[in-house]
């Protein structure tokens, strides 16, 4: 089946026969899924936005809210407005529905043919990122879950349990998406019950009573960097999971689905982490967790650990894999998976056996923003300049000439807006690994967030009278 998977940047025309079926390998990659194949219905964007977010990194970004100085009820006011932030992740796959390929091939409108490549680079390696993190989660759960069957066999035990956890991913995402929508939907209804339970045990302990000094500008930036930096990650991927949907589907319903599905998920799992961190040493936020729970209910609960990070890492890796074929590799998708696997594999080795993980996680979600947060600014911004409207085979031309060649390939708009809202971020990060000129002159606060509004703001200005929408 490999061998015969359409080729990056084909039109689909030589794969009409191909079928988008659970457990066979997808056959297409970044090129257009023609009317013909396209089927499924906008409560399948809920079910995959709502089992992927049910994972435990929510519980420790909550844990790291209340580590910022914020009370239980600030804390789960911050995870609220960080859930409604998945209303833009909604949003972001309209443009999927119009014109059938992945986010990081519409983005070319807002930055050129050649001038989407470091955005796409750049979007590539945090996406890496974010799946090494719940690889990493999901292997030191199956590890603490080995040690109470009495497997603690130090590192051989560790690299088994990164070994199980990096197979279940790789599998599920090699297939492709009808095997990522299948399993996302069937883990979703297993671990919707386990993370209930969870917080019907965990939030009754609750401290809710007033911290004795208030967190300051510093903990209520930090902790909106880190709640929102999970939804603004999942920016270039939105379309990626809905150009399979008819083109008659409601784009209002594929909004409200995509919204609902990671605002419910991500909130339940993040005040679970508020209640937690209230009651418990969250240093590892694993262990700090489990003992605050019954026996009983102790190996189930590293099995949702593991569960969730799967979910999650399924679709980053997933998304991966076409954002290589979008930098230009030319493999078929299934096979510019093994890429990204690869790295994800290495990464995880050096989080689990050479770094401190939580400074490291930390350090990463605070740098994640400066580049997701102007990204997501532009890209958001020419989507509604152009109303979801398309050019279609200009996004996909592979020489030069077209409506998104603009100048030698680059759109000096999108590209002056991201460095304007890089820029932004960057000055106003403050981070374990960088610290921006305006951080102290603020407070302390972070605003890398406000990079997106900057970056949109310019992006704007700049091309509100050129920007349009293609109509066919």
């Known amino acids: 089946m490999l061998g015969h998977e359409t080729a990056p940047g084909t039109t689909g025309a030589t794969a009409t026969t191909a079928r988008d079926e659970v457990f066979q390998v997808e056959e297409h990659g970044i090129d257009p899924i023609p009317d013909a194949e396209r089927h499924g219905s906008a409560k399948d964007v809920f079910w995959l936005w709502f089992g992927s977010n049910l994972t435990f990194t929510y519980v420790i970004n909550g844990a ?16 609220v407005i960080g859930g409604l932030s998945f209303l833009a992740i909604g949003a972001a796959g309209l443009s999927g529905v119009r014109t059938g390929t992945a986010t990081l091939v519409i983005s070319r409108a807002a930055f050129g043919l050649r001038g989407n490549w470091p955005a796409g680079l750049l979007n590539w390696i945090v996406s890496i990122g974010y799946t090494i993190v719940n690889t990493v989660v999901g292997t030191l759960a199956l590890e603490a879950f080995f040690a109470d069957l009495g497997w603690s066999g130090g590192s051989t035990t560790r690299a088994l349990a990164l070994g199980v956890t990096l197979a279940l991913t790789f599998a599920v995402a090699l297939w492709g998406h009808a095997t990522v929508q299948f399993a996302e939907r069937w883990m979703a209804y297993v671990l919707a019950v386990g993370f209930a339970a969870l917080l019907v045990l965990v939030l009754p302990g609750a401290d809710t009573s007033a911290p004795s000094a208030a967190p300051g500008a510093a903990g209520w930036s930090l902790a909106f960097v880190v709640m929102l930096a999970g ?4 920016l270039p991927m939105p379309a990626d ?7 008659t589907t409601s784009l209002k319903a594929v909004t409200w689905s995509g919204a609902l599905g990671g605002f419910v998920s991500s909130v339940a799992l993040g005040v679970a982490g508020v209640a937690a961190a209230t009651q418990a040493d969250m240093t590892d936020a694993v262990a700090g967790t489990e003992s605050l729970l019954p026996g009983w209910f102790q190996p189930l609960f590293l099995a949702l650990v593991l569960g969730g990070s799967v979910t999650n890492s399924i679709i980053t890796l997933y998304s991966s894999s076409l954002n290589l074929q979008v930098l230009g590799i030319p ?8 890429i990204s696997a690869a790295v994800t594999a290495a990464g ?10 939580t400074t490291s996680l930390l350090s990463f979600l605070s740098l994640l923003i400066i580049v997701f947060a102007p990204w997501g600014g532009v890209f958001l911004a020419d989507m509604v300049l152009r109303r979801c409207r398309y050019d279609s085979a200009a996004l996909h031309a592979s020489t030069g000439g077209g409506a998104y060649w603009y100048r030698a390939g680059w759109h000096p708009p999108g590209l002056i807006a991201l460095l304007a809202g890089l820029l932004f971020s960057a000055l106003t990060c403050d981070s374990e690994l960088w610290t921006g000129p305006l951080v102290a002159p603020l407070g302390g606060a972070d605003l890398t967030l406000l990079g997106a509004g900057v970056s949109a703001l310019v992006y704007v200005l700049l091309a509100r009278r050129t920007v349009m929408p293609v109509h066919p």
């Open 64 to 79: 790291l809210a209340v580590a910022f100085g914020l009370s239980f009820w600030q804390a789960t006011a911050v995870v």
């Open 231 to 234: 939804p603004f990650s999942y």
């Open 241 to 247: 999971y809905t150009r399979y949907l008819p083109r």
């Open 331 to 338: 493999w078929s998708r299934a096979r510019a998976i093994v």
């Open 348 to 357: 995880s080795l050096g989080a689990l056996f050479l770094t401190d993980f």
